[in-house]
């Protein structure tokens, strides 16, 4: 049997009845949680915890550990893709993520190729499999991978960068060489999120962290369409249980309607929309994931339950199709006690919005 | 007579009929031409540049030199109004401005005075005249201030911060104090402008550059309404002429409607929207100004000129009501000139347009 005992998460994202809206954290097992900060210490480095399945699996039970959440996301980096196709991921200190080979020639990029998930990327799907075991059908398992597009970004500019400018310039003055790497990337991710699901991944997330740079046209058609493409590849049923699949574009808000048409089943928010006006946007077509300010946790216990509760309300009393979640991934700087009371007002208030 | 001879930027901004598209970029006159970086050498740093009258004259006609723009631009910072509150502003190598006393205690922010644009904020206004003198009534003069709620992110992070998160705090905590300081910005930049105005200034626009950071509702209430507060008490007409206002919230797409309704003239759009969608949405309420993706600057003036017609013809072929624009402040790296083909782009395929 594949459904976990709380399958709240999954029905919401399929749009069917919960007893109350379903909360989980984008980076919830992160540097904010002081036990993660020990494990992290002993792993030695970021890169070498996300490669270890043990450690992997370790930090992703921790937030469960502390608060009711409904759903675990796999402890992982998006940029284990590009490491896999050779262009050597480091971290450096205060710089975050670089590649020691960012993709700016003809004939490298012309030998791009896709990574074999079972190969180098075997490590994640061990990961997988191992946290599914220790999850023990309690609540599903999200698998995640970056965006083409978002990917591209590190790739080419080998690192974060503010403006894109070197992935912009191949845009406008060599598409070509862009869509070929969008194309290499969107078969990628496809892979590495189908080896995530046959390793037990009950549902998969795609984080556009960097489409929201993109001018309109350029977004539709160097971010959203690889989105797409992605999506189609997906397995849509493993075990006789449907994969949901959840796309987040960061600074996407203008684009809701096009993204709720990308064939996922729900949409990630950014902070930055109100939810309710969202969802009049898309209508019933898709479930909507989000959407509290992240900075909302830095006060009081009294405005977070607040604040989210106007993210509640706005939503409106619908008892399906809404996960919530932060507009983004959970600051490092969070006091962890501040989560106790976004958890529970989640829980305590769409339970009473139904009438529970 | 006050009207300048090319006047085509403000008959644009007032929606009455142009030859063809006027045209200026944010940050024209900066560290992509080699005659301003000169010109800075000689002032010692940014702020003895900012607070020279004679060097800022010089730096803002640079750009009018070397390319047919319609409008020049005062040549100063936002971050001129919270020195003249007293917070010390400084700017260090690599990390931008500073101050020296951010803005975090309640009896700070009690004090927190409006300051006298004619006292500490005089070389602002000599700039204005002298450049108004040296532009010979050339091309009209833009002035310009931060938005009372960007002020107030560098005037309570300290700094250029990514989450904004002490001020963000204080919004959810202690929205009191945060409408204290908004007031006394919305205030100070009301007078400021004003005094602009006085001095010569021929069109003001509101810069909100970390605007689009918030979450919907605190954008309406932190915002919003005081870049509302500064528009409504603006000098609107100064010797018959009238004085056109510009709102620009970067990240601001999805509030146009609302920011169409703050009283300005026009409305700032960054490079993420399709501009013949927000010209659909705002209808024949307020001229737009915008918006090419600056990154496009990078690519060779082929591409630059294809993208620049894609923003013209979105727009469509009214003959008033845009202004072009960059999306957001042309980057330190653009080869200076790739502004040309941008330049004469918008005159002649505007014309061709109008069918002139």
Redesign the interface.
Known sequence: MNRPRNDTFLRALLRQPTEYTPVWLMRQAGRYLPEYCETRRRAGSFLQLCKSPALACEVTLQPLARYPLDAAILFSDILTVPDAMGLGLYFSEGEGPRFERPLREEWAIRDLAVPDPYDRLRYVMDAVAEIRRALAGSVPLIGFAGSPFTLACYMVEGGSGS???HL??MI??RPDLAHRILSINAEAVTQYLNAQIEAGAQAVMLFDSWG????????REFSLAYMRRVVAGLIREKDGQRIPSIVFTK?G??WLEAIADCGCDALGLD????IG?ARRRVGERVALQGNL????L???PE??AR?TR?VLDSFGPADTGHVFNL?HGI?Q?TPPEHVTALVNTVHEHSRRLRGN
């Open positions: 403006d894109f400018r912009k310039t406008y003055d929201g740079c993109l001018a309109d046209a350029a977004y600074g808000g203008l902070w930055t929309i109100d006006a300010d992240p900075n909302v830095f006060a009081s405005a977070i604040e106007a507009g600051s700087f």
